[in-house]
């Protein structure tokens, strides 16, 4: 089995809006982000699945990341299971083939991808045990960062580690956060009716989409310095498509529609000037 053309297709099932990025990457760092995608999609979908309650959750998450720390280079497929803590047929493809992912990075980055994946994990599983409460915007601070800052924080590690590439690391954040932000103003009425509210107390959309743009203004900055290279076109794509869903909430639609997002993509893939 060709496990890189295997995640790639995981990959285009779960999330076409990283499929397109990450796919037109160069060999070995496109390893290394399907392998941290994968990892982190991995143990969302375990916060997200419907199938579990919060301590279960909190459990299977724990665990995933006591499996990471202890991860070695001899390590293999089975040592980062963790089916048989899940009820039977309650974890989806990509969360049951963790271990496939963790393995796909290469052996040099591998461990940074292990100890970022490890450590969402354990916050995730805090969020789980505390049915996602957020009351202030510093609690949303701390999502954000726990789930998606954290992540651009990676990202920028993932671009030194290929070619030396250095970033702005506050910056970094704001990419994870302000993208965090647009998909908790797009849930916000399907994460309501499962009993979740990620809004601060007393706040509204117009409050959320001024936390979205603030943290989207970091990341704007953060794409910009960005020399022409594997980086930039990696960041470019998600970030148009958070700009372009955030102003379609703002006039009143639930999401882009299709025909917007393929328009999006084309737009930022016409302006790249070094594709690959």
Excluded at 6 to 14: G, N, P, S, V
Excluded at 152 to 158: K, V
Excluded at 162 to 189: C, E, K, P, W
Excluded at 260 to 276: F, K, S
Aim: one cysteine or more; glycine letters at 6%.
């Amino acid at each position: 089995m060709d496990l890189r053309r295997d995640a790639l297709e995981i990959l285009k099932e779960t999330s076409r809006t990283f499929y397109i990025p990450i796919s037109r990457l160069p060999p070995g760092l496109q390893e290394a982000v399907t392998s941290a995608y994968l990892c982190m999609r991995a143990i969302d979908e375990i916060e997200d699945s419907p199938e579990l309650d919060n301590l279960t959750k909190a459990k299977l998450l724990q665990t995933i990341s006591l499996r990471l720390q202890a991860a070695v280079d001899s390590s293999t497929v089975d040592d980062f299971s963790v089916v048989s803590f899940a009820p039977e047929n309650s974890l989806a493809e990509v969360t049951i083939r963790v271990g496939e992912w963790a393995l796909l990075a290469p052996e040099t980055i591998a461990p940074r991808i292990w100890d970022a994946t490890a450590a969402m994990a354990d916050r995730m599983a805090y969020w789980a045990g505390n049915n996602w409460t957020i009351h202030t915007e510093s609690d949303l601070d701390r999502y954000t960062f726990s789930v998606a800052g954290a992540v651009g924080l990676l990202l920028s590690d993932l671009w030194a580690w290929y070619d030396g590439t250095q970033t702005n690391r506050s910056h970094a954040m704001g990419f994870g956060r302000g993208l965090q932000a647009v998909n908790i103003l797009r849930n916000h009425i399907e994460d309501k009716a499962r009993g979740v509210d990620f809004f601060p107390d007393g706040w509204s959309a117009d409050n959320m989409q001024q936390y979205a743009r603030r943290n989207l203004a970091l990341a704007d900055a953060y794409t910009k310095a960005l020399p022409v290279g594997p980086a930039l076109d990696f960041c470019q794509i998600p970030l148009t498509l958070a700009h372009g869903t955030l102003e379609a909430l703002a006039h009143g639609k639930d999401k882009l529609s299709r025909s917007d997002v393929l328009a999006l993509i084309e737009q930022v893939m016409g302006l790249n000037t070094n594709p690959i």
